[in-house]
């Protein structure tokens, strides 16, 4: 039998790391300048209440991975989803054509979530988390190398450099799925 799902003709793009590594920047002007829908799912997960409660440790809500698959899954049948979220693994495989792993320093994670007020366990919970690649390294597990990208973040030019190659998958993926 033939496939029953009908190609995108617009992609679905994840934009993943460590918090700190720019993600919401730069789904933001991705979204902006290829005309997908922005999903910020950390906001979609207090809007819609996604979470198993609050985790007063960490200043953060508990992940209902099930929840937010089953909120999400009419959203990206369509394509053209931007998607930004610090952690990639729980999201079925079928609804991304490109995953992007931001990477940063630790001198930009650290100076970056200290201005945004972090506590410091989550401050150095998260800069592990960035040293110890895990985000990378799940996208790994989680998705197949082509349609995995990974770029460095440390600075406004990176930044600008990574949106400008974004954009570039999203316009090649739309004239090659016509
Ligand atoms: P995330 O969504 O991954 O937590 P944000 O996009 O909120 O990260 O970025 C965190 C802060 O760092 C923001 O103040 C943002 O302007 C800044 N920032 C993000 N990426 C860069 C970059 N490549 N160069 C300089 N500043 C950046
Ligand atoms: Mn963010």
């Not at 460590?18 to 789904?27: C, I, L």
Request: net charge negative.
């Amino acid at each position: 039998p033939l496939p029953t799902s009908s190609p995108r003709s617009s992609p679905n793009i994840l934009i993943t790391g460590t918090p700190g590594t720019g993600k919401t920047t730069a789904a933001g002007m991705v979204a902006d300048a290829a005309g997908l829908e922005l999903v910020t799912v950390g906001d979609l997960i207090k809007q819609r209440n996604l979470h198993d409660g609050y985790n007063e440790e960490f200043d953060t809500y508990w992940l209902n991975e099930d929840k937010v698959v089953d909120e999400m899954e009419e959203m990206m049948a369509g394509g053209g989803m931007c998607i930004d979220f610090h952690t990639c693994g729980f999201f079925p495989e079928r609804w991304f054509d490109l995953v992007v792993v931001l990477r940063a320093g630790t001198q930009q994670v650290y100076d970056r979530l200290k201005s945004r007020g972090y506590k410091q366990n989550k401050i150095e919970e998260n800069l592990d988390c960035e040293i110890m690649q895990v985000v990378a390294d799940e996208a790994r597990e989680s998705y197949k190398a082509e349609i995995i990208m990974e770029l460095t973040s440390n600075t406004i030019e990176d930044m600008e450099d990574n949106v400008e190659k974004i954009v570039a998958f999203v316009n090649g993926f739309r004239s090659s799925h016509k």
